[in-house]
């Protein structure tokens, strides 16, 4: 089992810059691929970025604004958001499966683990 926590989400302005955490607990977290979702008011949650071992993906909405890392030594992955936009507004999730599990990243379903999200809002 995986539990995951979220932080670092908040209001910002547009063209601003925030960087969000995911804390994993187990003791495999580098086994696992790593990926953030987001949803906005009234609209089905989208596929941000993944990571899986040192691969990225990336949506084609955030890709050279958005960064997807890992620090395995913390049980943490990041998401920095620069060059932010009113429409990134959404609350924003960490998931996980296990990088044994030949799945696609991009696509929600492939996820086992949750985080409960943490709200960003991108004022214009």
């Known amino acids: 089992q995986v539990q995951l926590v979220e932080s670092g989400g908040g209001l910002v302005q547009a063209g601003g810059s925030l960087r969000l955490s995911c804390a994993a607990s187990g003791r495999t977290f580098s086994s696992y691929c790593m990926g953030w979702f987001r949803q906005a008011p009234g609209k089905e949650r989208e596929f941000v970025a993944a990571?899986?071992?040192?691969?990225?993906y990336y949506a084609d909405s955030v890709k050279g604004r958005f960064t997807i890392s890992r620090d395995n030594a913390k049980n943490t992955v990041y998401l920095q958001m620069n060059s932010l936009k009113p429409e990134d507004t959404a609350v924003y999730y960490c998931?996980?499966?296990?990088?044994?599990?030949?799945?696609?990243?991009?696509?929600?379903?492939?996820?086992?683990?949750w985080g409960q999200g943490t709200q960003v809002t991108v004022s214009s």
């Open positions: 990571i899986n071992w040192s691969t990225t």
């Open positions: 998931a996980a499966y296990h990088s044994s599990l030949i799945r696609r990243g991009r696509s929600q379903g492939s996820y086992d683990y």
